[in-house]
């Protein structure tokens, strides 16, 4: 057995995939008001900032992976980009693609692997994540799957959960496993999700070490920006070749 870790649990590295899409098909219904909750709202602007270092352009394809309720995708196509959003779970892509139609856009949404996108090479101008690697099975497999379908001058963004300031360290702690869980409890009916959610964040490779893996994927330039003491952080790098 190849094993993984879901939180802190290790699983089959299988069996992986599933037990995340179990956690998002029970969540997905309160997914958007559990976001402002938890974050107080930050993962607004995280998500615009993350939105004006891409530098997308009119008329750029532009591929939103883990899309998820779509808030990245429908500002790039506010932009004038040709976006396509995917995910791995039907349901958070169902909750996406509503929020969309309610936005008055129609986007192409595809249920697909990151791990295996079916797209051909050196496809799109831009490739987004946002709080979606961290649940993937095999992160430098996803990675280069993204770095695949880029074409020469492309960029691949990557806004995550990362690690937070040290002073602030036990603070976070203190809110990760004890409010998280509460909220997630109270509002969602299902304080295990968010009990996952905020082990899964203490298992994603730190700042230093998402770069390396983006490099290590083909990308170059690669850079980060460190956002509200490193709570989030927003991960850029460029198809050269």
């Known amino acids: 057995m190849t094993d993984t870790h879901f939180g802190f649990e290790r699983v089959d590295e299988k069996d992986k995939a599933q037990r995340v899409g179990e956690v998002f098909d029970r969540v997905a ?8 909750l938890m974050s107080l709202g930050l993962h607004r602007l995280w998500k615009a900032f993350a939105v ?46 509503d929020r969309t139609l309610d936005a008055g856009r129609l986007l192409p949404a595809v249920q697909c692997d990151a791990e295996r996108l079916p797209f051909p090479d050196a ?15 095999r992160k430098g497999a996803a ?4 770095a695949r379908v880029l074409r020469p001058g492309g960029r691949l963004l990557v806004l995550e959960f ?6 602030l360290q036990k603070a976070y702690d203190l809110y990760s496993f004890h409010v998280l869980p509460w909220l997630g409890g109270r509002v969602a009916g299902d304080a295990a999700a968010y009990r996952y959610l ?16 983006l490099q290590a994927a083909g990308l170059e330039d690669v850079e980060y920006f460190n956002l509200s003491g490193g709570v989030a952080a927003v991960h850029r790098g460029w198809k050269l070749g």
């Open 123 to 137: 496809h799109f101008d831009c490739v987004s994540v946002a709080f979606g690697l961290r649940n993937m099975t």
């Open 162 to 167: 990362s690690r937070v300031w040290p002073p």
């Open 143 to 146: 990675l280069a799957e993204m």
């Open 29 to 36: 219904a309160r997914y958007d008001l559990m976001n402002d």
């Open 198 to 213: 905020a082990e899964s964040i203490r298992m994603h490779p730190a700042q230093p070490e998402l770069a390396a893996m």
């Open 52 to 97: 004006s270092v891409a530098r997308v352009r009119a008329g750029e394809r532009v591929l939103d992976v883990a899309s998820g309720s779509g808030d990245l995708a429908r500002t790039f196509a506010a932009r004038g980009a040709e976006v396509l959003m995917t995910d791995i779970n039907g349901a958070m892509l169902a909750r996406g693609r």
